[in-house]
């Protein structure tokens, strides 16, 4: 190929002398960083490389690992712009025509920097570019000095989580402020690694921040061994959530089982009836804005009694169904032990204030974070223990704006639990509150972290409102496009590679870093660690023993519903 380069054929100063242009000096080059090959044509996201074959196999071997990757997919390249660099990324790679010694690259501009007069080094890099490159600028590898340049923190708030690839040093960071003020989803196929590194993002929060308020949905019970002595751990033995604290959409989700216009009708007679027994209290007196969701405590006995008044005032028997329902549900509740967390006798007293504060970590006293484990709520209402534990977050920092700020971040494992692209499930409160959050939490300081294994589960635009987005290995075909449809365009290449993420290694785009990192995360102390370990089959199944005595304890507290 007459029209193409051929580096090969020069010697390497000459080269340097050939193509350098006149502005700076000609001999800093080494000729390990001699060049890869030229620019042939731009866009304004990016640009389509020509690659030296031979320099690739050449460099592949160099002890530097970023130069060995550079010009390989999820490699880094830089190419020169005057006095400056432009940092990219490589997408893809190509034979020209079919020969053997030239490859076509795409590549994704990440950012640029200025290189040092003398040594030629990258210096002062920063996201986004101020001009291109012209077609035939050439293009370099990128070395690990300068890896450090690109993915150094800055002066801001930041926790480290891991090293970046392909580097063992280069430490890969996340800008705290801009991760929970915009929200952040974690995303992974089950066995990735993704709650181990769920746990080190919130140990390092937790490290910088002993003093923050973080409050983490744990449906599993996982995150309890991970947190003993550094957070404080609740589940239905001690949570003593009250009941009144429901609003009235919640409420309907727990009283009323009827559906079609029967439903409407039980909602008129619940509404009436709850608005009547929240005004018994003494906290309504003087009250002039009473609602059906005001927070105020009232007894699950004036709540029968206002059901029994109005269906007493009935002229037709046949006309107390909907009051008979209601009342059963309510007895049924306040009779079946499991649901004693929420709805005992106990919990009538005006305790939201302490509940606040103990949930919510105010003060912290260098437990920042609650863990909530629902695994032991009972199903049919643990979407509205959610949507409870969210909408009070969310409402507390809106009838706080006058206070000093006290920013809380809500974490939410298996989120596609609770925001399903199925509008047409039970849990429409939690959905509604979380959705909510999503779109105007950050305006209130209120971030709200979202974990999941299934993000096409989620609902449609919940994913798009998470300014940080940390992809695992996702192996799910359409996990992988809703992902990558949520992501900036600078970032597309970076997503590519999701399929052929290793464990516990990471993507990681948005606002939280300055520019697209691919991270191998941190090892975590077995004692900071959730319990998710996967069982080994082949260990486990050669033990025997004590079967019998076994089955006997769980049989037991199984029916003690004890743990």
């Not at 970023?66 to 990219?88: C, D, F, T």
Request: charged share 25%; proline share 5%.
């Amino acid at each position: 190929m007459t029209d193409m380069m051929n580096f090969q054929s020069l010697s390497p100063a000459a080269d340097a002398e050939e193509l350098a242009p006149t502005i700076r000096p000609v001999l800093v080059r080494a000729t390990r960083h001699a060049p890869l090959g030229r620019v042939v044509d731009i866009g304004g996201g990016g640009a389509k490389v020509e690659l030296e074959l031979g320099r690739l196999n050449e460099i592949s071997k160099d002890p530097d690992p970023s130069i060995a990757l550079s010009g390989q997919v999820g490699g880094h390249v830089k190419l020169e712009l005057g006095n400056r660099w432009l940092l990219a990324n490589v997408r893809t790679l190509k034979l020209h025509d079919g020969e053997g010694s030239m490859v076509v690259a795409e590549i994704d501009f990440l950012g640029e920097g200025e290189e040092h007069e003398n040594s030629g080094k990258l210096m002062n890099f920063r996201r986004g570019i101020t001009g291109y490159p012209v077609p035939g600028a050439r293009v370099f590898p990128v070395s690990g000095d300068d890896m450090k340049q690109m993915f150094a923190a800055d002066n801001r708030a930041h926790i480290e989580i891991g090293t970046v690839y392909p580097t063992k040093d280069v430490r890969g960071a996340l800008y705290v402020d801009a991760l929970l003020g915009k929200h952040f989803a974690l995303l992974g196929s089950t066995g990735t690694g993704k709650s181990t590194s769920a746990a080190l993002i919130m140990h390092r929060i937790c490290d910088l921040s002993p003093e923050g308020h973080i409050v983490m949905i744990d449906p599993h019970g996982e995150y309890s061994a991970a947190f003993k002595g550094v957070g404080e751990l609740f589940n239905v033995e001690n949570l003593a959530m009250p009941y009144w604290l429901m609003n009235f959409e919640e409420h309907c989700e727990v009283f009323i089982t009827s559906s079609d216009s029967e439903r409407q009708r039980d909602m008129d007679i619940l509404a009436k009836c709850l608005l009547q027994a929240r005004a018994k209290n003494r906290a309504a007196d003087g009250m002039t804005k009473l609602t059906v969701d005001s927070p105020i405590p009232y007894a699950l006995s004036d709540l029968t009694s206002s059901i029994n008044n109005e269906m007493g005032l009935l002229n037709k028997a046949t006309d107390t169904a909907p009051y008979m329902r209601l009342k059963t549900k309510i007895d049924e509740l306040k009779a079946d032990p499991r649901y004693h967390f929420m709805f005992s006798g106990m919990l009538i007293g005006d305790s939201m204030t302490s509940f606040i504060s103990k949930i919510f970590r105010l003060p912290a006293k260098g437990k920042p974070i609650s863990i909530v484990d629902v695994s032991g709520v009972p199903s049919d209402i643990v979407s509205v223990v959610v949507a409870v534990l969210s909408r009070l977050v969310f409402d507390y920092a809106i009838w706080s704006r006058n206070e000093v700020p006290r920013p809380v971040l809500l974490v939410c494992e298996e989120a596609h639990r609770y925001v399903p692209s199925d509008k047409t499930g039970g849990g429409q409160a939690v959905r509604k509150i979380l959705e909510r959050i999503a779109k105007e939490g950050r305006k209130y300081g209120v971030a709200l972290g979202l974990i999941t294994q299934r993000p096409s589960d989620l609902a449609e635009g919940v994913l798009s409102q998470c300014g940080t987005i940390i992809a695992m290995r996702l192996n799910n075909e359409r996990d992988q496009a809703f992902v990558k449809s949520a992501m900036p365009e600078g970032a597309r290449g970076f997503l590519d590679v999701i399929p052929a993420l290793r464990n516990r290694e990471c993507i990681v785009c948005g606002e939280g870093v300055s520019i697209p990192i691919r991270v191998s995360f941190d090892d975590l102390e077995i004692g900071r660690r959730p319990a998710s370990s996967d069982p080994c089959f082949s260990e486990l199944w050669r033990q025997s023993g004590e079967e019998d005595a076994m089955v006997a304890r769980v049989v037991k507290r199984w029916r003690s519903q004890g743990r």
